[in-house]
C-alpha cells in the first residue's frame, strides 16, 4: 500500500522550532512533488508550502513565508519541513501529501500522511 507517514510534531514554546518528516513507503519520493497541509481546529485545511522533486519550493500561505523551509532528503525516501519562530496560530494538524507538480489545492494530491499534531502554546 502506498502510504506516507508525518512525525516530528508536538508540543513547543512560542519561538520554538520542529522538524516534521514526512516519510513514504510504497513508492519512491524521488519524482513527486510533496505539499504540506494543515488544518486548525474549526478551521479548513489549508495549503502551507511545497517542495519539487528537483528542490525547489513555493510557500502559498503568506505567514509562515520566512518562518518555514522545505527540504528533501530522497535517500531516506523522507521530505522535511523545518518549522522556526513558532506561533500560537501555527497550532493545526500538518499533513503532508504527493503530487506531480504543485499546487495549493488539496484535491490535486495523490497520496495523503495521516497528519501530525503541531501544539504551539506557552
Known amino acids: 500500500q502506498l502510504q506516507l507517514v508525518e512525525s516530528g510534531g508536538g508540543l513547543v514554546q512560542p519561538g520554538g522550532s520542529l522538524r516534521l518528516s514526512c516519510a513514504a513507503s510504497g513508492f519512491t519520493l524521488d519524482y513527486y512533488a510533496i505539499g504540506w497541509f494543515r488544518q486548525a481546529p474549526g478551521k479548513e485545511r489549508e495549503g502551507v508550502s511545497c517542495i519539487r522533486s528537483g528542490g525547489s519550493s513555493t510557500t502559498f500561505l503568506d505567514s509562515v513565508k520566512g518562518r518555514f523551509t522545505n527540504s528533501r532528503d530522497n535517500a531516506r525516501n523522507t521530505v522535511y519541513l523545518q518549522m522556526n519562530s513558532l506561533k500560537p496560530e501555527d497550532t493545526a494538524v500538518y499533513y503532508c501529501?504527493?503530487?506531480?507538480?504543485?499546487?495549493?489545492?488539496?484535491?490535486?494530491?495523490?497520496?495523503w500522511g495521516q497528519g501530525t499534531q503541531v501544539t504551539v502554546s506557552s
Open positions: 501529501a504527493a503530487t506531480r507538480g504543485c499546487t495549493p489545492h488539496s484535491s490535486t494530491y495523490y497520496y
